[in-house]
Protein backbone atom coordinates (compact mmCIF):
# COMPACT_ATOMS: atom_id res chain seq x y z
CA UNK A 1 0.00 0.00 0.00
CA UNK A 2 1.50 3.18 -0.67
CA UNK A 3 0.12 6.50 1.42
CA UNK A 4 0.67 10.05 0.28
CA UNK A 5 -0.44 13.29 1.47
CA UNK A 6 -2.10 15.95 -0.22
CA UNK A 7 -2.33 19.36 1.03
CA UNK A 8 -5.41 20.63 0.38
CA UNK A 9 -7.94 24.63 0.67
CA UNK A 10 -11.27 22.93 0.71
CA UNK A 11 -11.16 19.68 1.72
CA UNK A 12 -15.23 19.04 1.49
CA UNK A 13 -14.58 19.76 -2.58
CA UNK A 14 -11.37 17.56 -2.44
CA UNK A 15 -12.97 14.54 -1.38
CA UNK A 16 -15.94 15.02 -3.82
CA UNK A 17 -13.78 14.84 -6.13
CA UNK A 18 -11.34 12.58 -5.20
CA UNK A 19 -14.72 9.98 -4.57
CA UNK A 20 -16.87 11.39 -7.54
CA UNK A 21 -13.73 11.84 -10.30
CA UNK A 22 -11.60 9.53 -9.22
CA UNK A 23 -13.27 7.08 -8.02
CA UNK A 24 -11.80 7.02 -4.88
CA UNK A 25 -13.37 5.54 -1.42
CA UNK A 26 -13.37 7.56 1.46
CA UNK A 27 -11.98 5.39 4.33
CA UNK A 28 -11.77 7.82 7.21
CA UNK A 29 -12.67 11.69 7.73
CA UNK A 30 -12.05 13.33 11.26
CA UNK A 31 -14.24 16.62 10.51
CA UNK A 32 -13.38 19.45 8.53
CA UNK A 33 -9.71 19.22 8.96
CA UNK A 34 -8.40 15.67 7.26
CA UNK A 35 -10.21 12.50 5.15
CA UNK A 36 -8.38 9.22 3.76
CA UNK A 37 -9.53 8.35 0.29
CA UNK A 38 -8.20 4.77 -1.33
CA UNK A 39 -8.58 3.59 -4.59
CA UNK A 40 -6.23 -0.05 -5.20
CA UNK A 41 -3.66 0.19 -3.35
CA UNK A 42 -3.21 3.97 -3.08
CA UNK A 43 -4.20 5.89 0.20
CA UNK A 44 -4.24 9.95 -0.14
CA UNK A 45 -4.93 11.76 2.68
CA UNK A 46 -6.53 15.19 2.02
CA UNK A 47 -4.90 17.64 4.57
CA UNK A 48 -6.97 20.50 4.94
CA UNK A 49 -6.53 23.89 6.57
CA UNK A 50 -7.31 23.20 9.93
CA UNK A 51 -4.85 19.57 10.11
CA UNK A 52 -2.30 19.42 12.26
CA UNK A 53 0.33 18.82 9.19
CA UNK A 54 -0.62 22.40 8.29
CA UNK A 55 0.60 24.22 10.74
CA UNK A 56 4.04 26.51 10.36
CA UNK A 57 6.90 24.55 10.10
CA UNK A 58 10.18 25.24 12.20
CA UNK A 59 12.19 27.58 9.78
CA UNK A 60 8.78 29.49 9.33
CA UNK A 61 7.67 27.17 5.74
CA UNK A 62 3.43 27.71 5.59
CA UNK A 63 2.24 23.95 3.83
CA UNK A 64 0.66 25.12 1.31
CA UNK A 65 -0.98 22.60 -1.86
CA UNK A 66 0.93 22.16 -4.49
CA UNK A 67 4.30 22.16 -3.21
CA UNK A 68 3.93 20.26 0.30
CA UNK A 69 3.07 16.72 -1.04
CA UNK A 70 4.43 13.72 0.23
CA UNK A 71 5.00 10.26 0.48
CA UNK A 72 4.68 9.05 4.22
CA UNK A 73 6.48 6.33 5.93
CA UNK A 74 5.41 4.67 8.96
CA UNK A 75 8.15 4.67 11.29
CA UNK A 76 8.48 2.98 15.47
CA UNK A 77 11.49 5.04 15.89
CA UNK A 78 12.41 8.06 13.98
CA UNK A 79 15.32 9.69 16.39
CA UNK A 80 17.02 6.07 15.72
CA UNK A 81 17.30 7.12 11.70
CA UNK A 82 17.74 11.01 12.68
CA UNK A 83 21.63 10.17 12.16
CA UNK A 84 21.59 8.17 9.26
CA UNK A 85 19.47 11.05 7.01
CA UNK A 86 22.19 13.41 8.38
CA UNK A 87 25.33 11.13 7.41
CA UNK A 88 23.20 10.63 3.60
CA UNK A 89 22.49 14.76 3.22
CA UNK A 90 19.20 14.62 4.41
CA UNK A 91 18.01 17.03 6.89
CA UNK A 92 15.10 17.25 9.73
CA UNK A 93 12.48 20.11 8.10
CA UNK A 94 9.93 19.76 10.95
CA UNK A 95 8.83 17.75 14.03
CA UNK A 96 8.10 16.22 15.85
CA UNK A 97 4.49 17.54 15.71
CA UNK A 98 1.83 15.58 17.40
CA UNK A 99 -1.50 15.59 15.91
CA UNK A 100 -4.84 13.71 16.46
CA UNK A 101 -3.42 10.02 14.66
CA UNK A 102 -0.04 10.04 16.11
CA UNK A 103 3.25 11.98 15.95
CA UNK A 104 4.82 13.44 12.66
CA UNK A 105 8.21 14.37 11.46
CA UNK A 106 9.02 15.57 8.11
CA UNK A 107 12.42 15.22 6.44
CA UNK A 108 13.90 16.61 3.34
CA UNK A 109 16.24 14.17 1.01
CA UNK A 110 19.28 15.84 -0.69
CA UNK A 111 17.15 17.49 -3.27
CA UNK A 112 14.91 19.31 -1.15
CA UNK A 113 11.88 16.79 -1.66
CA UNK A 114 9.83 16.20 1.23
CA UNK A 115 9.08 12.74 2.91
CA UNK A 116 6.93 12.41 6.16
CA UNK A 117 7.57 9.81 8.99
CA UNK A 118 4.40 9.09 10.96
CA UNK A 119 4.54 7.37 14.06
CA UNK A 120 0.84 6.36 14.85
Request: with cysteine.
Amino acid sequence: MATVRLFVNDLSRSRAFYEHALGFELIEAWGPAFAIVQRGDLQIWLSGPATSAAKRWSDGTVPTPGGFNRIVLPIEDWEAQADAIAIHGGRIANGPLEGPGGTQIVVCDPDGNSIEFFEG
